[in-house]
């Protein structure tokens, strides 16, 4: 399964913007800057966007929480980025921050080993290229052909590597569900909750999504997490029959 990194392209005169040095000299406003880029950070996914989803009371507590700050610090923060355009609301609760959609990067992990390891494979053969060339004048011709013939392998593998990487990425990554979108779980994992958990599989979703936000604790599997839950759910009343044990140690937890 191929897993895709994201990442900001801040541009080097970033901090010399009015906007962000007018939000860096207000008071606290060191924390405010933080704030913001942990905001962008939190939008990448979902290209530049955050939700109010009514955990809390109104959107900067509710960010505040995602976030690990103080809701107050982060409503000061909203109200400035709102003033200078850098966030606008939408319908439905949608916050979009105006300036991420443009400054996204993303690749997958797979894209990222074939290119390093063609660079290398590039570089080793262009160092043997000039060693065999400087050894000796009469035997040009003879080096001549086996640099084509190593190039000719260098390109074939180039190929096998790139055909590797195209597989992986066939696979799809792990969607992200529940209220913070930050629970993620496979089209198979996501079916097999519905057949096995048909009336509470969103329940445990979102559960686990509050959970995780307000708690900071991550999980090796998210599905086998819902699954451990739902037994220890299940046997506080009656054992429902014929359900899978899917029980494992708290020490599984990253």
């Known amino acids: 399964m191929a897993k895709r990194y994201y990442w900001l392209k801040l541009k080097a005169d970033w901090f010399s913007d009015k906007r962000i040095k007018k939000l860096r000299s207000i008071a606290g406003g060191d924390t405010h800057t933080i704030i913001y880029l942990k905001m962008m950070l939190l939008s990448l996914k979902d290209e530049g966007k955050l939700y109010f989803e009514g955990v809390e009371d109104n959107f900067a507590s509710e960010i505040a929480l995602a976030l690990d700050e103080d809701a107050e610090n982060v409503k000061l923060t909203l109200a400035f980025l709102q003033r200078h ?40 053969a262009l160092e043997q290229k000039a060693l065999q060339c400087n050894t000796n004048e009469t035997g040009c011709n003879n080096l ?85 839950w739902a ?24």
């Open 144 to 228: 001549k052909q086996i640099c084509r013939v190593e190039r000719e392998k260098e390109i074939e593998r180039d190929k096998e590597i790139e055909k590797e990487g195209e597989g992986e990425k066939e696979t799809p990554a792990p969607a992200a569900y529940g209220r913070f979108n930050n629970v993620f779980l496979s089209d198979a994992e996501l079916d097999s909750l519905k057949s096995e958990l048909p009336d509470k599989w969103e329940y445990y979703i979102d559960r686990l999504s509050v959970h995780i936000a307000s708690s900071g604790k991550q999980y090796r599997n998210h599905a086998a997490t819902i699954y451990k």
């Open 85 to 124: 355009g850098l966030i606008e609301i939408g319908d439905d609760d949608e916050y979009q921050l105006t300036e991420v959609p443009t400054i996204i990067g993303s690749e997958t992990a797979s894209t990222i080993r074939s290119r390093e390891c063609r660079e290398r494979k590039k570089q080793l």
């Open 231 to 254: 037994q220890e759910d299940a046997g506080k009343t009656t054992p429902k029959k014929g359900m899978p044990d899917y029980s494992y140690s708290e020490e599984d937890s990253l």
